[in-house]
């Protein structure tokens, strides 16, 4: 009988060190899949890649994936709302 969870397939997305910089970039992936991984520069661009992916390949999203992505664009609508206009009012 073999383990349900080698076969298992579903879409991650985690912060990771980029290459090319000291910048952390998302790393979209599919878990247990030799397809290639996508790197995304902000929370928003890998959240809908995500859901590109889902609907592309018919893989479904990793819960944990979907709540971190949701709390960090929370938390950065959160910030950008709370900061004071830069904008010169005339």
Not at 27 to 51: P, Q
Not at 79 to 89: K, L, Y
């Amino acid at each position: 009988m073999k383990n349900q969870n080698e076969k298992t397939r579903e879409i991650t997305a985690k912060l990771v060190k980029s290459n090319a910089s000291e910048n952390l970039v998302w790393e979209v992936s599919i878990t247990n899949s030799r397809s290639k991984k996508h790197y995304c520069k902000t929370a928003r661009k890998a959240l809908s890649l995500v859901f590109i992916l889902k609907k592309e390949k018919n893989v479904p999203v990793s819960y944990e994936t979907l709540r971190h992505l949701k709390a960090v664009l929370a938390k950065q609508r959160t910030a950008a709302s709370s900061e004071p206009s830069t904008e010169a009012q005339s």
